[in-house]
């Protein structure tokens, strides 16, 4: 064999190699869209803080979007994480403006939580938010109704990482690899362990063939985005 017909044929190699690439490019969008055989909700409470960008990254990095339950004096105090928030694909729900027990306050307080936190979400950029979690789960039909006038929805847990009481990195990514289609997974904002576990919190829905959604409005599940 000649040097050219050697060189000729390398090249007819590297165009079939180039020619499988592009195929397995074309054919990679369509079969992830198919791989989401659910869709779980993942959320993050009490930002946003110093930590936010850190975590923005490694969700941005891991292909994962997720629902970030704001509070209304740290949306005031990072308005520019709430706006990196909103850019990163995320959503932006309320978790009132101070984390109070809402339990143990009058109604004309928990309006006060609620409709400022609403506020400081708006003025951040974040959007008027239609999701509430309120703070440790605790809520009463006097909550449940004030949130309901501001056209928000409430949100509790399927499944609560333990994120914020030291779980470690492996109990986190246990907790995730819990979930089922629809099921949302309480984490936050702040622990380093949590956003440690995030590539491998990636690898494990997708292994079981979920996708990280967005929490309906109107159901309170996690569903596909958009
Ligand atoms: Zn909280």
């Keep these: 064999m000649s040097r050219k017909s050697r060189f000729r044929r390398g090249l ?4 079939v190699a180039a020619a499988g690439a592009t195929a397995l490019t074309v054919a990679a969008a369509p079969a992830q869209a198919a791989s989401c055989s659910g869709y779980v909700g993942l959320t993050f409470d009490d930002g946003p803080s110093g930590n936010t960008p850190a975590l923005l990254n490694a969700l941005r990095q891991n292909g994962l979007r997720a629902t970030m ?12 994480q709430v706006a990196a928030q909103v850019s990163a694909g995320m959503w932006v729900g309320n978790h009132t ?3 109070p027990h809402l339990t143990q306050l009058s109604q004309a307080q928990v309006d006060s939580e609620i409709s400022r936190t609403q506020q400081a979400i708006a ?6 938010p239609r999701l509430f979690r309120p703070p440790y789960g605790e809520t009463n039909s006097t909550v449940q109704s004030v949130a309901a006038r501001y056209g928000l929805t409430q949100i509790i847990w399927d499944v609560d990482s333990q994120d914020w009481n030291g779980a470690s990195t492996d109990a986190i990514v246990q907790a995730n690899a819990r979930l089922t289609n629809g099921q949302i997974i309480l984490m936050h904002d702040w622990p380093a ?13 997708a292994s079981k063939g979920l996708c990280a959604g967005m ?3 109107q159901t309170g599940r996690a569903v596909a985005p958009g």
């Design 12 to 15: 007819a190699a590297a165009a």
């Design 69 to 80: 339950f704001n509070e209304g004096q740290y949306a005031a105090a990072y308005p520019a």
């Design 97 to 99: 403006y101070t984390h």
């Design 123 to 128: 003025n951040a950029g974040g959007g008027t």
């Design 193 to 205: 362990n949590t956003v440690a576990a995030i590539p491998r919190i990636a690898q494990t829905l």
């Design 215 to 217: 929490i309906s409005p």
